[in-house]
């Protein structure tokens, strides 16, 4: 605990420990898929993490060296929060996948201008939404929040409180590219048809120059999009949930 405040032993034990905890779950409970979504009020986001904090701060899994200066827990600050932004965008980016995923896909069928509300920092596309909202829905209904919480503890014997150095940072941003990547491959199928829509688009123009082809193709590919995405969606989220795990890692 740090050193020259006025208070008691036990209690500025407890404080410190408390504070080291809420660094770590602040970012992680605030980027959960369907916790930490920005339709939640803060409120109840705010009550959770101190909820969880005050579990975990009683539970004895987790020690503070008994005697720190006040710099050295300012570090331990730091380092906690660092690592708990760590694992909050690995959380995260299970739903950052259907949110890309589902930018390409209204990109690719003509419906990137039409913007839902905003369950993230910004409006965005209505495919975009529909996927984040039934992607948190399944995490939710597959218990995985509990699950995270679970793990947490563990990582906590894993990682100790300010032991930044065992945290593989580097696994994180292979965590984002590898997401892109999954985003695209589950968008694919959308981008290949509009590229061949486009392709025939320019043979029908070449061959009728008089025809506007455009006016034609135009409702043909938001019909053919839709129809393509009712088909496709329930695969589409079964394969992201098998697979949404490898990206957490954790």
Aim: charged residues 10%.
């Amino acid at each position: 605990m740090p050193d020259g405040l006025p208070l008691g032993a036990t209690l500025t034990a407890w404080i410190t420990l408390y504070m080291l905890v809420v660094a770590r779950l602040s970012f992680i409970v605030f980027l959960m898929p369907g916790i930490g979504e920005q339709t939640v009020p803060v409120r109840v986001r705010l009550a959770l993490l101190l909820s969880l904090a005050t579990a975990f701060a009683t539970s004895g899994l987790i020690s503070v060296p008994p005697s720190i200066s006040m710099g050295t827990y300012v570090g331990l600050l730091g380092a906690e929060s660092i690592i708990g932004f760590g694992l909050g965008v690995l959380l995260r980016l299970s739903i950052w996948i259907l949110s890309t995923a589902g930018a390409f896909i209204a990109q690719a069928i003509g419906l990137s201008q039409m913007l839902g509300i905003a369950l993230e920092t910004e409006a965005q596309t209505i495919v975009s939404n529909m996927l984040a909202m039934a992607g948190a829905a399944l995490l939710l209904s597959a218990d995985y929040h509990v699950n995270v919480f679970v793990r947490l503890a563990e990582i906590y014997s894993e990682i100790p409180v300010g032991a930044v150095q065992l945290f593989d940072r580097s696994f994180v941003i292979e965590g984002i590219f590898d997401s892109i990547k999954f985003a695209v491959l589950i968008a694919w199928p959308f981008v290949a048809i509009n590229l061949l829509y486009n392709i025939s688009l320019g043979f029908i123009n070449k061959a009728l120059p008089s025809l506007m082809v455009a006016f034609v193709g135009a409702p043909f590919m938001i019909g053919a999009g839709f129809v393509l995405l009712a088909i496709s969606i329930s695969t589409m989220l079964v394969v992201w949930m098998n697979r949404a795990s490898e990206f957490v890692g954790w």
